[in-house]
Structure formats: structure tokens, C-alpha cells
């Protein structure tokens, strides 16, 4: 089936520290891959998508993935993280045309 | 960006009431949109599908009466829960697209009503 696996549902970096978020697709054809933040009251804001070529790619508030298809993986980091960047993310693939997503992971960053 | 909106973004309603959630794409046209639902601590799980003028597709398990989707205008869509229980209290996430004719067309996600049925 389907699916998006996002191991680690709570992650709690210091400000200032690197910052790494697990994504796994199941195998098969390689989706389209995304990875979306959400912040409380708000809607789902995409931070960067991977559909082909150059498997490191570069999104909004300084974010980028890695795409590895040995891995079947598409992790989010993050070299230095600020407060601000507080949220819960979303690892998504697109099948066709539905959108599966990960569980999620919340994000906290002590000061 | 393209924005959508959701109205209302919470509503408490007594068992076995209906509800109407409303979802507006604000500056494009949305041919597609699509409706979610999101448990606590878990994923968005996609419910149907609609595209402007026609009947929406559902996932399977989604009961298409309980939960009636019409998308009557291009930027426009609305999700009824009918004879609502507390079980359907839930986070419902809309997205809209716009279809274009190129690889991909993003969707757009509105921010979400929570809804509590007592």
C-alpha cells in the first residue's frame, strides 16, 4: 500500500542546533515528494517539493531535503534552527493524484 | 501566494444536528478540491475528491451520506456533516487547485475548522 512513515512523532532541538526530520515512502515508482509545515490556527504551508534531478533540494526559512531512493527516504534539515520554526511538519507523496501523508512531527525548540 | 479560507474555523454542535464547513479559494480558480480529515496526533487522511460542477469521489470507507460534499462554483466547495455524532469531531482540512496543463499543480490547504459535536 501506499504510504508515508514519519518515525519520530516528537523531536525538541535547542535554538541554534541542526535539526533533522525522518521521512520514508513506500516503495514502488518515486512520487512526488513535499514536505509541508503546520502551525497552530493555520493551514498546511508547503516548504519544499522533490519531483526529479538534483535529489538535494532547496525550500523557504532556510530549509532543504534529501531525496535518496536507496532509501526510499526524503529527510528534512535544517542547519540551525530558530524559535520560530516551532510547528509540526508533514512529509507528503503524491500518488497519482492523492496526496498520502506522514503522521507528522512536532517540533520544539528550547531556548 | 494562493490563499483559501475555511469558514467557520471551529463550531460545537449537539448530536445529531447538521454542519456546514465552507471552503473559498481567494484568488484562483479551483477546478479540484479536496477534503481531509486529521485525528489528533495523527495524518491528514484524504475523504473525497471534487471537481467543480460534478459529484465528488470518495474514499473508501467514507460514508458519502454522511459526509455530503457539493462544489458548485469555482471557488466554492462545502462539506456538510449530516446527523452529526461525537464521533465525527474531528480537524477538517480543505485544499483547492487549480488545473493547469503542466506536470503538477499544487494544492493550496486552508487552515482548518474544528469541529465538536456533544
Known amino acids: 500500500a501506499q504510504s508515508v512513515t514519519q518515525p519520530d512523532i516528537h523531536i525538541t532541538v535547542s535554538e541554534g542546533a541542526s535539526l533533522e526530520l525522518r521521512c520514508n515512502y513506500s516503495y514502488g515508482a518515486t512520487p512526488y515528494l513535499f514536505w509541508y509545515v503546520q502551525s497552530p490556527g493555520q493551514g498546511l504551508q508547503l516548504l519544499l517539493k522533490?519531483?526529479?534531478?538534483?535529489?538535494l533540494v532547496q525550500g523557504i526559512k532556510g530549509f532543504e531535503a534529501e531525496f535518496k531512493r536507496s532509501q526510499s527516504s526524503f529527510n528534512l534539515r535544517k542547519p540551525s534552527v530558530h524559535w520560530s520554526d516551532a510547528a509540526e511538519y508533514f512529509c507528503?507523496?503524491?500518488?497519482?493524484?492523492?496526496?498520502?501523508f506522514g503522521a507528522g512531527t512536532i517540533l520544539r525548540v528550547k531556548s | 501566494g494562493a490563499v483559501v479560507s475555511q469558514h467557520p474555523s471551529w463550531v460545537i454542535c449537539k448530536s445529531g444536528t447538521s454542519v456546514k464547513i465552507e471552503c473559498r479559494s481567494l484568488d484562483f480558480q479551483a477546478t479540484t478540491m479536496f477534503w481531509y480529515r486529521q485525528f489528533p496526533k495523527q495524518s491528514l487522511m484524504l475523504m473525497a475528491t471534487?471537481?467543480?460542477?460534478?459529484?465528488?469521489?470518495?474514499e473508501q470507507g467514507v460514508e458519502k451520506d454522511k459526509f455530503l460534499i457539493n462544489h458548485a462554483s469555482l471557488t466554492l466547495s462545502t462539506l456538510t456533516v449530516t446527523s452529526a455524532h461525537p464521533e465525527d469531531s474531528s480537524f477538517y482540512i480543505c485544499?483547492?487547485?487549480?488545473?493547469?496543463?503542466?506536470?503538477?499543480?499544487?494544492?493550496?490547504f486552508g487552515p482548518g475548522t474544528r469541529l465538536t459535536v456533544l
Open positions: 485544499s483547492a487547485r487549480e488545473d493547469r496543463p503542466t506536470d503538477y499543480n499544487e494544492q493550496f
Open positions: 507528503a507523496a503524491l500518488y497519482g493524484n492523492k496526496l498520502v
Open positions: 471534487s471537481n467543480e460542477g460534478s459529484k465528488a469521489t470518495y
Open positions: 522533490y519531483f526529479s534531478g538534483d535529489t
